[in-house]
């Protein structure tokens, strides 16, 4: 494609990743919606008549398509790899989603592609690209508030609670909540931290004996600048989180506090079966696919703090807090076009010539190796020295 052009875009799996992303893929100017690729006609037919794409059941059409420029993988965890080499192969630029994949052999295998390919491998949305969390990084990064001392993370949310395929609560299979949701906020402590990770120590937690499963955890990572993170996340929780945001959810939209103790007994109700329907009824093309209401604040996940050299900083869905030695100060900042836009716009600029996130190449097996070390240091009970991977992009 042409440096700065139009951006043909094809989606591998049309399910509630790319329901949650579908409105930032519309709204981005540069973006055409091309093709599609998912084994569900369903799906297939309703993509290909939205957006006048080409639609396929195998993605491996999809990829020797040579009208496509790049490609968003959205299918489960465990395809990724596979889709990415070969996208990079096939010479298309691609974000994947999160986790980059299952495994640290099959993350280098996606980067060393995309690195000899020249292609562009973004691994996201994350939350990373919240704007709070990119305001504060560039704030310490300018040096203004010193140096990042204490990283403090936490998110109670109903993860474990909402429709799922059997394998998103198997752990052994990279369900549960550390590659899930961990690789969100270990991403968020590296862009804040702003230097490599040296060691995890962790907790995770299995309390659900319907669905057992890494559900929760409690990590200390430890940088090389010395700053260190604390990150807590239950997907049990009673307690929704979202209530030191403001009432905000995840995607920036206005959040019901009644609804979060609903999620429990929802899912209690569903037989395996209807399980599956209710988590396809969320998918693209499904019976109740609702997009994300339009952001009414920034994405967010739930509370960080950072203590600083000379601040504390608070991030908000719609400001960043700075507290300093004379006074506290609110930098608001305003909501996205679209949930995922900041995500969604720096792959599409870097894969028009433009900057590279630090999202991009190497950082993703770096994410996944911490989300691994966090589940082994639970299993084994001390700490995991991380060695970081060297740059590929
Ligand atoms: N960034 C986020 O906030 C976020 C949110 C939700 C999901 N995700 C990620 O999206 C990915 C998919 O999760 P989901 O919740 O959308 O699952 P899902 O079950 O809702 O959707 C998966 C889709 O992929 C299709 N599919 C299955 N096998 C495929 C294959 N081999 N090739 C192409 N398509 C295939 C399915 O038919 C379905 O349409 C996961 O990696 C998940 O972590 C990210």
């Not at 010479?91 to 995309?114: F, I, N, Q, T």
């Not at 239950?234 to 959040?255: H, I």
Request: some cysteine.
């Amino acid at each position: 494609m042409a440096t700065g052009g139009t951006i043909n875009l094809g989606v591998i799996g049309l399910g509630r990743g790319l329901m949650l992303a579908l409105p930032a893929l519309i709204a981005y100017p540069a973006i055409r919606l091309v093709a599609a690729a998912d084994p569900r006609p369903v799906a297939r037919e309703r993509f290909a008549a939205e957006f006048g794409a080409r639609a396929y059941a195998d993605w491996a059409e999809l990829l020797a398509d040579p009208a496509i420029d790049a490609v968003y993988i959205a299918a489960p965890h465990q395809f990724h790899a596979e889709q990415a080499v070969a996208a990079a192969r096939a010479g298309k630029h691609v974000l994947v989603e999160k986790p980059m994949a299952l495994s640290l052999d099959d993350c280098r295998a996606m980067a060393g592609a995309a690195q000899q390919a020249g292609t562009v491998l973004v691994t996201g949305p994350s939350h990373s690209f919240d704007a709070p969390v990119r305001h504060a990084a560039a704030l310490i990064a300018s040096g203004a508030v010193g140096a990042p001392r204490l990283i403090t993370a936490l998110n109670y949310t109903d993860f474990l609670f909402r429709p799922r395929r059997p394998e998103e609560l198997d752990s052994a299979q990279g369900g549960g909540v550390v590659l899930s949701q961990a690789a969100h906020q270990i991403d968020i402590a590296r862009l804040l931290a702003g230097s490599p990770l040296r060691s995890v120590r962790a907790v995770t937690g299995d309390w659900d004996a319907a669905r057992p499963s890494e559900g929760a955890y409690a990590a200390l990572l430890d940088f090389a600048n010395g700053c260190a993170a604390t990150l807590t996340y239950s997907g049990y929780a009673r307690f929704d989180s979202d209530a030191l945001q403001g009432g905000t959810g995840e995607f920036g939209q206005p959040k019901d506090p009644a609804a979060h103790a609903t999620a429990r007994r929802r899912i209690a109700a569903l037989s395996p079966g209807e399980e599956i329907a209710a988590k396809l009824a969320r998918a693209y093309g499904g019976a109740s696919p609702a997009l994300p209401p339009a952001p009414v604040a920034n994405e967010q996940f739930g509370l960080v703090l950072i203590s600083c050299e000379r601040a504390d900083l608070r991030l908000m869905p719609d400001g960043v807090w700075t507290y300093a030695d004379d006074g506290a100060r609110f930098t608001p900042l305003p909501p996205p076009p679209a949930a995922q836009y900041g995500a969604i716009a720096a792959f599409a600029e870097a894969c028009r010539g433009g900057p590279l996130p630090p999202q991009a190449g190497s950082w993703g097996i770096d994410t996944v190796k911490a989300c691994l070390a966090l589940s082994r240091s639970a299993h084994e009970r001390r700490e995991i020295r991380i060695e970081p991977e060297a740059p590929s992009a």
